[in-house]
């Protein structure tokens, strides 16, 4: 039972992961001076070009940083 609690607490849904990651990669490719870009912010972030909704995700967090 404690364990499964604890598994809940410290485990994250993917889209959180996918959020969390995107944001560590424009964060660090803005600290390196690099251009922004989706296909570029995907590339950083380890993410395969496949994916939609990674695309998706990224596009609305360059929106905010813009």
């Known amino acids: 039972m404690k364990t499964q609690q604890y598994l809940k607490e410290v485990t994250e849904d993917i889209e959180s ?3 969390r990651k995107i944001k560590w990669a424009i964060d660090e490719m803005v600290k390196r001076g690099e251009k922004l870009t989706v ?6 972030a380890g993410f395969s070009g496949g994916i939609k909704e990674v695309r ?3 596009e ?3 929106a905010r940083y813009y």
């Open 39 to 44: 296909y570029k912010v995907q590339l950083y």
């Open 17 to 19: 992961y996918r959020v």
């Open 56 to 58: 998706s995700l990224i």
């Open 60 to 62: 609305q967090e360059l």
